[in-house]
């Protein structure tokens, strides 16, 4: 998939793309449907959302914050996709107060579960919304790569701090409520009835490398894409991933 988003931002994003685009090439062929129905839990602007969109897709973006469903609304229109991007105000503990129980083929949970007060309800409402056979993407915050920046940037005791809280946290400034392994993450997924379709580390090298060398040295962007897409299915590179993103698959049977 050539990735629909400016080139630095999708030093961030490429890899969930590439996972992405394999599992809805897949339900694609499964379901017989060019167009399928995918559900974006705080979607936000619609930086997934209308990239989806663009392919073909209906989806509906659930989020709390009415500011970024009004961007979502805007951006869907400039992008003229307005007809197949659905935006309302809500989050995943209320999911089926605005969406449809068992009525997605895909759901994207991305940058939540950090958030909610409760993880397992999150993913449990999240593979609730599926239809059978469907495919949960789930993207969190990775415990790993926030201790090794802590350290980077030489706040050691911040580091250890994070290290050993558990949520993960560096401190009370830390604006990030949780974060996760990638055994956290797939037992979340495995206990709301999913099967693990695979796990990778996202921003393994680039919230490291200096910007100024990515923006200026000749071919830094390229060879720094394949880089992160080398080393995101490698297990010894979740463990320092700034993002963790896990794919979960229903069985023909499971869903609503």
Same mark, same amino acid.
């Given at each position: 998939?050539?990735?629909?988003?400016?080139?630095?931002?999708?030093?961030?994003?490429?890899?969930?793309?590439?996972?992405?685009?394999?599992? *809805?090439?897949?339900?694609?062929?499964?379901?017989?449907?060019?167009?399928?129905? #995918?559900?974006?839990? /705080?979607? /936000?602007?619609?930086?997934?959302?209308?990239?989806?969109?663009? %392919?073909?897709?209906?989806? &509906?973006? $659930?989020?709390?914050?009415?500011?970024?469903?009004? !961007? *979502? +609304?805007?951006?869907?229109?400039? +992008?003229? #996709?307005?007809?197949?991007?659905?935006?309302?105000?809500?989050?995943?503990?209320? *999911?089926?107060? $605005?969406?449809?129980?068992?009525?997605?083929?895909?759901?994207?949970?991305?940058?939540?579960?950090?958030?909610?007060?409760?993880?397992? +309800?999150? $993913?449990?409402?999240?593979? !609730?919304?599926?239809?059978?056979?469907?495919? *949960?993407?789930?993207?969190? @915050?990775?415990?790993?790569?926030?201790?090794? @920046?802590?350290?980077?940037?030489?706040?050691?005791?911040?580091?250890?701090?994070?290290?050993?809280?558990?949520?993960?946290?560096?401190?009370?400034?830390?604006?990030?409520?949780?974060?996760?392994?990638? +055994?956290?993450?797939?037992?979340?997924?495995?206990?709301? /009835?999913?099967?693990?379709?695979? #796990?990778?580390?996202?921003?393994?090298?680039?919230?490291?490398?200096?910007?100024?060398?990515?923006?200026?040295?000749?071919?830094?962007?390229?060879?720094?894409?394949?880089?992160?897409?080398? =080393?995101?299915?490698?297990?010894?590179?979740?463990?320092?991933? &700034?993002? %963790?993103? $896990?794919?979960?698959?229903?069985?023909? =049977?499971?869903?609503?």
């Amino acid at each position: 998939m050539s990735d629909p988003m400016r080139p630095r931002a999708a030093l961030r994003t490429a890899v969930v793309w590439d996972v992405l685009q394999d599992a *809805l090439e897949r339900r694609v062929k499964a379901t017989g449907r060019q167009a399928l129905d #995918v559900l974006d839990t /705080g979607g /936000g602007s619609g930086n997934f959302a209308v990239p989806l969109a663009r %392919l073909g897709h209906r989806v &509906t973006v $659930v989020d709390p914050s009415p500011n970024a469903l009004f !961007a *979502l +609304e805007r951006r869907a229109a400039e +992008e003229g #996709v307005a007809e197949r991007v659905h935006g309302v105000q809500g989050d995943a503990r209320g *999911l089926f107060d $605005v969406a449809e129980r068992g009525g997605y083929d895909v759901v994207l949970c991305h940058g939540v579960l950090e958030y909610v007060d409760d993880p397992a +309800e999150g $993913v449990r409402n999240t593979v !609730a919304a599926l239809r059978p056979g469907g495919v *949960l993407s789930l993207l969190a @915050a990775g415990l790993g790569g926030a201790v090794l @920046a802590r350290a980077l940037a030489g706040h050691f005791t911040e580091a250890l701090q994070a290290l050993g809280d558990p949520n993960g946290r560096w401190g009370e400034g830390d604006p990030v409520p949780r974060r996760f392994t990638a +055994e956290q993450l797939t037992g979340l997924v495995r206990g709301a /009835g999913l099967e693990v379709g695979a #796990v990778h580390g996202v921003r393994v090298f680039s919230d490291l490398v200096p910007g100024v060398l990515v923006d200026t040295e000749p071919g830094a962007m390229e060879a720094l894409l394949k880089l992160e897409a080398a =080393a995101a299915e490698l297990a010894a590179f979740h463990s320092v991933a &700034t993002q %963790l993103h $896990v794919l979960g698959e229903a069985g023909e =049977a499971a869903g609503a």
